[in-house]
């Protein structure tokens, strides 16, 4: 039985080459509804967006640095934990917070934030907490990672489609709208259907290792939702952006973790395997939380 540290998820680069594409055009077509007064409302509403960005780049992956000291899961697991926790909220948290009757406004400006400050806070904490973690550390070391290779790569498929979407928007307006229509379920369907290869080439390590992030996976997903929920109440916000920063937390950008576990580590197994289960379980359980939201009054 191989070790889950040692074993590796294999993806060729015709995969990631295209992952990079879907991802670059799941950003695009998030930044074609972002407009510079998303931008302006952060002035005239601050507390809302500050304490969304708070719980998401600052308290959660503080308190995944912590679950990790508490439970002490085999090193490239840790990782992957730090990865996830270091990644900005996925796109799909603006439909979530919609059918959850949320802020679906905050939702749309706290991705555009996250995205732009993901460029610096992604690499940041997955760098600080992997360093500050002895086990974790020592995989860091061995695959000399530096904070410049990952900003390199977020500024690819995170800055430029956002900066490019948002002049979209900004010169053809109706014409955004109507092409992100089209790009959102077109990308996301390639980006699935990826992912989906990845996992019928890697059947063996998935089968063989998801025990290993089940519980683990679930549990730190819990510990996001309610982070968000529990950060939002605590600064008294409204019961509809309490639900808002809760999905924003624990729905976060597992296809760019994906990306930077394939492109950096080598499809690490622990890491992969955990990255990809979260990726479907945020869905999952972001699912039911909008569902039995939607069914709630916001008062």
Request: with cysteine; proline share 4%; glycine share 8%.
């Amino acid at each position: 039985m191989i070790d889950v540290n040692q074993a590796q998820v294999q993806f060729d680069a015709n995969g990631l080459f295209m992952l990079n594409i879907a991802l670059a055009i799941v950003m695009f077509g998030v930044a074609l509804g972002i407009n510079l007064k998303d931008f302006k409302q952060l002035f005239k509403q601050p507390k809302p967006i500050l304490i969304g960005l708070l719980s998401q780049f600052i308290l959660l992956p503080l308190v995944t640095f912590l679950l990790v000291l508490l439970i002490k899961p085999v090193p490239s697991i840790a990782l992957g934990m730090f990865m996830v926790a270091a990644c900005p909220g996925g796109n799909i948290s603006n439909f979530m917070t919609h059918l959850s009757k949320g802020n679906t406004a905050l939702s749309v400006s706290l991705t555009a934030f996250a995205s732009a400050l993901a460029l610096f806070f992604t690499p940041f904490n997955f760098q600080l907490y992997g360093n500050l973690y002895q086990p974790t550390a020592t995989i860091l070391k061995a695959v000399t990672l530096h904070p410049m290779d990952i900003f390199k790569i977020m500024i690819l498929i995170l800055g430029i489609p956002l900066l490019l979407g948002m002049l979209f928007n900004s010169y053809n307006p109706k014409l955004a709208v109507k092409l992100s229509n089209i790009l959102k379920p077109i990308s996301i369907l390639i980006f699935v259907s990826i992912v989906v290869i990845a996992f019928s080439k890697n059947l063996d390590v998935f089968t063989g290792f998801i025990h290993h992030v089940l519980a683990i996976g679930v549990g730190h997903n819990i510990v996001a939702l309610l982070l968000g929920f529990s950060i939002a109440k605590l600064f008294r916000l409204s019961f509809k952006n309490q639900k808002t920063l809760s999905i924003e937390t624990g729905i976060q950008n597992s296809g760019l973790g994906l990306l930077l576990v394939f492109t950096f580590f080598n499809g690490l197994g622990g890491m992969a395997v955990l990255v990809a289960f979260w990726g479907i379980w945020h869905i999952i359980s972001g699912l039911i939380l909008s569902f039995f939201w939607s069914k709630t009054n916001n008062t």
